[in-house]
Structure formats: C-alpha cells, structure tokens
Nanobody, 115 residues
Framework: QVQLVESGGGLVQPGGSLRLSCVAS????????MGWYRQAPGKQRELVAR???????NYAESVKGRFTISRDNAKNTVYLQMNSLKYEDTARYSC?????????WGQGTQVTVSS
C-alpha cells in the first residue's frame, strides 16, 4: 500500500505560479513512476505530466513549456511547478504512483485560476 498526500494548491491569478507537492509513503519511492493528473468539472481526468524512476518526463501538450515535473527521492516527493497559469488549468490535481503492485492515487489538491 502506498499513501500519497498532495499539497500546494490554491487560488492564483492568470499568469501566476504554483508548486504542487506529493509525498509518498514507503521506502521504495525511487522505483515508482509518478504522475500528475487533473480533472476539471464535467471533464475526464487527464495526464498532466509523468516522471519515470529514471527521471524521464513527458507532458500534456497543453502544459509543455509551462509546467515542470520533478522528483526528490530522498524526500519521497514529486513536484509539479506550474508557471504562466491559465483559466483552463483550473482543476483538481492528483498524483499517482505506478508500482509493481498497481497504481495508487492521492486525494488531490484544488487549483483555481481566477482574477
């Protein structure tokens, strides 16, 4: 069982920045691929960014050049740095751990972009 706790969401103006954090339980965090997903009201959940255990990353086209995913294995933490935020980035952001035993999700953190 892997427990994930996200933080860092909030209300931000368009063009602003936020950094989300997701802390994972367990001692083999470094072996997990980690992803950030988001779901806006009335829309399907979508992958925002993902980072493998080796550090390779991939991003949704809509966030490329604005968002950066990173990980600190010593802290069992994955981050999502979000810059140049847009109204359409408003959603609940959740992290997911992909392990040999399946996928685990956190509860999510709300990001609202509004003036």
């Amino acid at each position: 069982q892997v427990q994930l706790v996200e933080s860092g969401g909030g209300l931000v103006q368009p063009g602003g920045s936020l950094r989300l954090s997701c802390v994972a339980s367990g001692s083999i965090f470094s072996r997990y691929a980690m992803g950030w997903y988001r779901q806006a009201p009335g829309k399907q959940r979508e992958l925002v960014a993902r980072i493998t255990s080796g550090g390779s990353t991939n991003y949704a086209e809509s966030v490329k050049g604005r968002f950066t995913i990173s990980r600190d294995n010593a802290k069992n933490t994955v981050y999502l740095q979000m810059n140049s935020l847009k109204y359409e980035d408003t959603a609940r952001y959740s992290c997911k751990a992909d392990t040999a035993y399946g996928g685990y999700w956190g509860q999510g953190t709300q990001v609202t972009v509004s003036s």
